[in-house]
């Protein structure tokens, strides 16, 4: 078979060791490495993604060289022997299946969010609460030693490596950055000074472990921070731990304080890869490119072009843990494409849950949600192909269930068919893509255009057709009352994102929760802004990598439309956004001058405009339009009428259609899951 992506699959000699292929699977913290007791899940997690033609390395989470450096005080830390066999099962169950796997070693330094954290100087970091205490020249070096104790532990443990974490602003950073690093004794001022830290862990790490073990840096190329290290500064740094012994070089691209995006949806396909391109001409180590690469033919292309020589993906793999195997087998049309959403992965982590995956809820359930043949095949109906019908479809389906989806529309995909409209969003497709796919593969019966009445409903669940019946009709916008709704300015979202009713220049949009910021991200959008060096502009990215941090001043479009944004509660709009991505969207509109108001009364709309009280005070708005944003109700005209009687248990509603307050898709999707996972 003629591979589609030679590049991809060329092996890659360490001297010591071959890795079969150029992908990396990245460090991503899931929550499971922070209790021993989880020890068994994370195997079988990492398991399922070495299995047959996984990625040629995988690297852990992120695990503490000591209780000072964990990310909260319970975090999970390898500093002593009786800790070793919790690993090995980790590390038993990636080499059954043939695969190599790397322990991330990170220190959070002033990141930590603990009473005892440690860093280069007492310097707060403007995203947490604590202060760190500045060590002294001993406690540095116990810090050195615990780094080297931990790569040891995890190579009797049977890594095959250890990544040492020195980028995304965390304890090395902190050391390495003036920003940070205030000190003025040998470890701090001049660069040599402020890189001993990070030197003297790789060469000692290396003393201790040995040739024959895999060291990868993890290296901040660009750290999108005020006075952060200059590209001059972070070539030095690659050479010197080239040069006492590390393997690889992974890319790091940005601080978690950075107020650039550097992983949402909306940062452009391979936004970073001119860092590592650049890094190569100072090195002679592999070095990896990485952040917002998910798919192969992205992937071979970069490789191609000598940008990197591996390409590390971490959320790609909470997708579709068999990415490698599919492209492998040129069946890149049926990877479940990460979207870069945050919702169920980092969000989640943020929120002190474990992690999961909004297009993939197995992803670190892969011990409690199966999706096992059946030997009863049964004849399901599902109504409604928004993303809960889809996922209980597709996996009912792929169970060895008859399936039969009808939808009324033309177009699959329900809200996400509105989703992937919106500037940055394009990625939403892609999921629509996989389903597509999978309703072909596992021959789901697809019945388009076709609405099911009341009475049909009543039949399905009351006849012989079938065995169970899932409705998932989602949702519809929310009709709200002030007097003059129905005035020739006002229009919903699904009128300007679905029907293209065209939108005058100045905009009010009532609602201000996820639909709203993204109406006015979509109203705001101008066609160049997804071209890299526009988004590097508009962000204010050194093109060349050459200024501290990367950043040069920031240079935004004229806005295309003046935009007020609106809510009745008095907190801050953009509150119920994703954690991880809602200041992206908020510091999008800001740089647009979108007027935010909140605690805002609405009085009425004529030929004038929007008439308001804000807190109390009366104000008219003067727009062209105003754009109803206002959350939704459940689509349930069909089910409030349907009697079931003793049907009961075969009945099913799942996703808005059940509960529309706050949807979202991550629950619909996991709501399908689990249903199709029982039937
Ligand atoms: P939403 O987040 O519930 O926001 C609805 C907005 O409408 C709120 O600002 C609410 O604020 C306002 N509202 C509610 N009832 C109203 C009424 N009767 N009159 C006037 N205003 C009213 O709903 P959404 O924006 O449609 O988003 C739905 C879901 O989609 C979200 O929960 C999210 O999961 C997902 N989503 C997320 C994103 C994202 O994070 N970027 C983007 C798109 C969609 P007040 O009640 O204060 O006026
Ligand atoms: Fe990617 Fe979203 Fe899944 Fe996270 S939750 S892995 S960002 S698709």
């Known amino acids: 078979m003629r591979l589609h992506y030679p590049h991809l699959f060329t092996p890659l000699d360490l001297g010591y060791t071959t890795l079969k292929n150029r992908v990396l699977m990245g460090s991503m913290h899931t929550g499971l ?14 398991a399922e993604r070495a299995r047959g033609d996984g990625p040629s390395l995988i690297v852990t989470g992120g695990i503490s060289p000591n209780v000072a450096g964990g990310i909260s005080a319970s975090s999970g830390v390898l500093n002593a022997a009786e800790i070793v066999p919790h690993h090995q099962k980790i590390t038993d169950a990636v080499h059954r299946e043939n695969g190599k796997i790397c322990m991330q070693i990170l220190h959070t330094g002033r990141y930590g969010y603990h009473d005892g954290i440690v860093s280069a100087s007492s310097i707060k970091a403007p995203i947490n609460q604590y202060i760190p205490r500045a060590l ?9 030693d615990d780094f080297v104790n931990c790569a040891v532990l995890a190579k009797a443990a049977n890594y095959d490596g250890v990544e040492i974490m020195a980028s995304e602003g965390y304890f090395i950073n902190q050391f390495l950055s003036q920003r940070t690093n205030k000190r003025q004794d040998r470890w701090g001022g001049c660069f040599e000074n402020r890189m001993r830290l990070a030197v003297e862990i790789v060469e000692n790490t290396r003393k201790a472990v040995g040739s024959d073990f895999i060291i990868i840096f993890r290296l901040s190329l660009m750290d999108l921070v005020e006075g952060g290290c200059c590209w001059e500064e972070v070539a030095k740094l690659a050479q010197a731990v080239e040069a006492v012994g590390v393997s690889i070089i992974n890319s790091g691209i940005g601080w978690h304080e950075a107020r650039i995006p550097t992983i949402v949806t909306s940062v452009p396909a391979a936004a970073f890869t001119r860092a590592s391109k650049k890094l190569k001409e100072s090195v002679s180590i592999p070095v990896i490119a990485t952040n917002r690469i998910n798919n192969p033919q992205i992937a071979e292309e970069i490789l191609q072009r000598n940008d990197s020589d591996m390409i590390s993906m971490a959320r790609p793999f909470l997708a579709d843990p068999h990415w490698v195997q599919k492209a492998r087998e040129n069946k890149s049309d049926e990877i479940n494409t990460c979207i870069a959403c945050n919702q169920a992965c980092l969000d989640q982590i943020f929120s ?10 197995r992803a670190a359930r892969e011990t409690e949600l199966n999706y096992h043949v059946t030997d009863r095949p049964k004849k399901i109906a599902v109504i409604g192909a928004g993303p809960a ?18 939808e009324r529309s033309s177009d699959l995909g329900g809200q996400f068919q509105m989703a992937q409209r919106i500037p940055g969003k394009a990625d939403f497709e892609e999921t629509l893509r996989y389903y597509r796919k999978m309703i072909e593969k596992h021959k789901v019966v697809l019945h388009m255009d076709r609405e099911i009445t009341a009475n049909e409903l009543e039949s399905m669940i009351h006849g012989s057709e079938y065995d169970e019946v899932v409705v998932s009709t989602g949702v519809q916008p929310r009709s709200i009352d002030i007097e003059g ?30 639909i709203g910021f993204d109406m006015a991200t979509f109203l705001l959008a101008h066609k160049e802004d997804a071209e890299l060096d526009q988004w590097y502009r508009q962000w204010g990215i050194d093109p060349k990598l050459e200024s501290p941090g990367s950043l040069i001043p920031a240079q935004v479009k004229p806005p295309k439309r ?74 349930d005209s069909i089910t409030t009428s349907t009697t079931l009687g003793g049907k009961r248990s075969s009945f099913h509603m799942i996703g808005g259609v059940a509960l529309a307050t706050e949807l979202d898709a991550h629950r619909a999707i996991l709501q399908g899951a689990e249903l199709a996972a029982k039937l």
Not at 33 to 46: C, S, T
């Open 562 to 635: 003046h935009i007020t944004l609106l809510q009745r509660k008095s907190t801050k709009p953009g509150k119920t956004l994703g954690k991880t991505t809602g200041w992206v969207h908020k510091l999008h509109l800001e740089k647009y001058n979108v007027r935010m108001l909140s605690d805002v009364i609405y009085d009425r709309i004529d030929d004038l405009g929007l008439h308001i009280l804000v807190g109390g005070k009366p104000e008219l708005v003067e727009v062209d339009n105003i754009i109803i944003c206002a959350g939704q109700v459940s689509n």
């Open 33 to 46: 490495e922070d209790n021993p007791e989880d020890y068994d899940k994370l195997a079988a997690y990492f």
């Open 389 to 406: 019908g889809l996922s209980v479809s597709t996996i009912a389906a792929l169970r060895g269930h008859k399936v039969s989806l009808f």
């Open 136 to 144: 002294n020249e001993d406690e540095i070096q116990k810090e050195i």
């Open 485 to 514: 709704i129905n005035h020739r300015s006002v229009l919903t979202y699904p009128e300007v994102l679905l029907q293209d009713k065209q939108v005058g220049k100045r905009v009010a949009i009532i609602g201000a929760g996820g």
């Open 352 to 361: 002190g849950k474990t992690t999961s995956c909004l297009v993939n809820p």
